[in-house]
């Protein structure tokens, strides 16, 4: 059976290579790197409370976690429509809910729209760790800054800001 893709084994070396290096990867690999630092920076950060960091400095919290940091309003959220803002479905954000609920950076309240839905809010532990978050946010942002030069993370952002906007669509 004959590769229709690459008649030598050079030529499939070489077809193959933008596997490794496609502008989705990269920015996944990014993301990646950018969370675990986030998450090293809070396991290290005196005010995040001590389970919340101990749980951070054990991986126990993931970029997954991260999710409801990133989109969980200030106000609140029904479940449904955190998960919608994640991008995940609706059972897997009631996991990553649960846990964090379990931790006590959530709590489920009644909503004061419709007695039959709950919202997800912040607690005081999870106001404490946003804070921690935001801090840890800039700190890896201007690590990553310094890593790569200001003209460079300029130019990215922007990029990013756009493609992310859908305004060149």
Same mark, same amino acid.
């Given at each position: 059976?004959?590769?229709?893709?690459?008649?030598?084994?050079?030529?499939?070396?070489?077809?193959?290579?933008?596997?490794?290096?496609?502008?989705? *990867?990269?920015?996944?690999?990014?993301? *990646?790197?950018?969370?675990?630092? &986030?998450?090293?920076?809070?396991?290290?950060?005196?005010?995040?409370?001590?389970?919340?960091?101990?749980? !951070?400095?054990?991986?126990?919290?993931?970029?997954?976690?991260?999710?409801?940091?990133?989109?969980?309003?200030?106000?609140?959220?029904?479940?449904?429509?955190? !998960?919608?803002? =994640?991008?995940?479905?609706?059972?897997?954000?009631?996991?990553?809910?649960?846990?964090?609920? =379990?931790?006590?950076?959530?709590?489920?309240?009644?909503?004061?729209?419709? !007695?039959?839905?709950? *919202?997800?809010?912040?607690?005081?532990?999870?106001?404490?760790?946003?804070?921690?978050?935001?801090?840890?946010?800039?700190?890896?942002?201007?690590?990553?800054?310094?890593?790569?030069?200001?003209?460079? =993370?300029?130019? &990215?952002?922007?990029?990013?800001?756009?493609?992310?906007?859908?305004?060149?669509?």
């Amino acid at each position: 059976m004959t590769d229709t893709l690459a008649a030598t084994p050079m030529d499939a070396a070489h077809h193959d290579a933008w596997r490794q290096t496609h502008l989705g *990867r990269l920015m996944g690999h990014a993301l *990646r790197r950018f969370d675990a630092r &986030v998450l090293q920076l809070m396991a290290r950060n005196v005010e995040v409370p001590l389970a919340l960091s101990n749980l !951070a400095a054990r991986q126990q919290v993931s970029a997954a976690h991260v999710h409801i940091t990133r989109h969980l309003s200030l106000r609140g959220d029904r479940l449904s429509d955190l !998960a919608a803002k =994640a991008g995940m479905t609706k059972q897997a954000m009631g996991t990553l809910v649960d846990q964090c609920e =379990a931790w006590g950076l959530v709590q489920r309240l009644p909503d004061p729209h419709d !007695a039959r839905a709950r *919202r997800v809010c912040f607690t005081p532990t999870g106001l404490d760790w946003l804070r921690a978050f935001e801090a840890a946010v800039a700190q890896a942002e201007a690590e990553w800054r310094a890593e790569v030069g200001d003209a460079v =993370a300029t130019v &990215v952002s922007i990029g990013l800001e756009t493609y992310a906007s859908g305004a060149s669509s």
